[in-house]
């Protein structure tokens, strides 16, 4: 009995991988005098990513958004980034009642900052991914 034709969706499968391939194979060979289109993607350092986690999640819970009432990890924080945020939070309250909410968003970014660069000063925390 002969076989029929490979189903459609095989042939994309392949066509797919042969051209990933390709193109992967573009992208290591060749000359070091070869210039990218442009300069390389960079990571965020994690002072920098639970800054802007801090402030946005606590710009949320200070509005009152529909997601204010997510629990940390939904939130992509760890442990330590909560109690972060918890802090910035109660105190962008406060400055909300006495100077408003323009004066609140200025100290979330402020504290945002300040309290994760002292969190990241020497290096990742340890103790695990919650901490």
Known sequence: MRP???PRGALLLVCTLAFAIAALAGCGGGSRSESHAG???RATPPEKLCEQLISHW?????????????????MGLS????QILLDVTAAARAEQRRQGADAARKL?????AARC???YRG?????????
């Open 4 to 6: 029929g034709p490979p």
């Open 58 to 74: 606590a710009r949320v819970v200070l509005d009152g958004g529909k997601s204010a009432n997510l629990d940390y990890q939904a």
């Open 39 to 41: 300069p390389s993607p």
């Open 123 to 131: 290096g990742t925390p340890t103790g695990g991914p919650w901490q």
């Open 117 to 119: 660069a002292e969190r």
């Open 108 to 112: 979330i970014d402020s504290q945002a």
């Open 79 to 82: 442990g330590g980034q909560n």
